[in-house]
């Protein structure tokens, strides 16, 4: 699709979105209002009558702020950030929705909001890579990783040693450290997209960390990883892929590698 042809078709998914989302605030409204006036009505059989519960008069709001934020969701969804966003990023803006920090359900902000993610495209997906290239390079970036002789100060090698990654569970199974295991599902994320693979990002797991979950601290491997978790915490992942990798570093090394990747996954 052409760029023009990008545009047009997020020109038309914003006016969409945002006529269907104004139709039902205007019903929430009209049907909100006859409530009220049954509620007066309702009053002829004593002053604490109510024909719809609620601690509020008129609750109406919390309704709307609940589908307002449902909706800026979906618009997000349907550009497919969360596939390519780095995940603080995601976090961050998945706070502002729910914090109520957003503008409001505008044609025009909708329409500024498509287009700016479209545009920044390239960026967005730099920064899932940085960090999850980050988290692949312990030797560099963490001290207390450096004389594990996988791990390359500089670059990434054939495998990585990465420590305080792995928990016993009480069935003395394998499972990933709650502080580690966003870092770990961006890496895999990160390797899906750079193979040009969907991945689902409604899960709170990925095909790594479930293969590391269920291994039971045997060897085992996924499309990208081949892995070996122990009971000291680490974790070894060796890469079967050495052309994402080498794709992976180029990228984090210069921002114009993504230029004219295909954006076709975002509508």
Request: a negative charge.
């Amino acid at each position: 699709m052409s760029i023009l042809g990008k545009e047009l078709a997020i020109r038309q998914t914003a006016h969409e979105l945002v006529q269907s989302y104004q139709h039902i605030v205007e019903r929430i409204n009209f049907y909100y209002d006859r409530l009220v006036e049954l509620s007066e009505e309702a009053k002829v059989f004593g002053d604490y009558v109510r024909v719809f519960d609620s601690y509020s008069s008129d609750p109406r709001n919390k309704v709307i702020d609940s589908l307002t934020k449902a909706a800026w969701c979906r618009i997000f969804d349907i550009l497919g950030v969360r596939k390519v966003m780095a995940i603080t990023k995601w976090d961050q803006l998945a706070k502002d929705i729910d914090e109520g920090r957003m503008p409001p359900l505008t044609e025009e902000n909708v329409l500024n909001h498509m287009l700016a993610y479209v545009q920044n495209f390239q960026t967005i997906s730099r920064e899932a890579c940085l960090a999850a290239y980050e988290t692949l390079t312990p030797g560099k970036i963490h001290r207390w990783h450096a004389d594990y002789k996988s791990n390359k100060h500089f670059g990434i090698g054939k495998m990585v040693v990465l420590t305080g990654f792995i928990e016993t569970t009480w069935s003395n199974g394998s499972d990933i450290s709650h502080f580690k295991r966003d870092d770990l599902i961006e890496v895999d994320r990160v390797f899906h997209n750079l193979d040009g693979q969907n991945i689902s990002v409604d899960s709170y797991h990925s095909p790594l960390v479930d293969a590391i979950c269920s291994s039971k601290f045997q060897p085992g491997q996924t499309n990208y990883f081949a892995f070996q978790a122990y009971h000291n915490r680490n974790l070894h992942l060796r890469f079967l892929r050495p052309d994402l990798v080498e794709r992976l570093v180029r990228i984090c090394a210069d921002p114009t590698v993504l230029a004219g990747s295909d954006q076709s996954v975002l509508f």
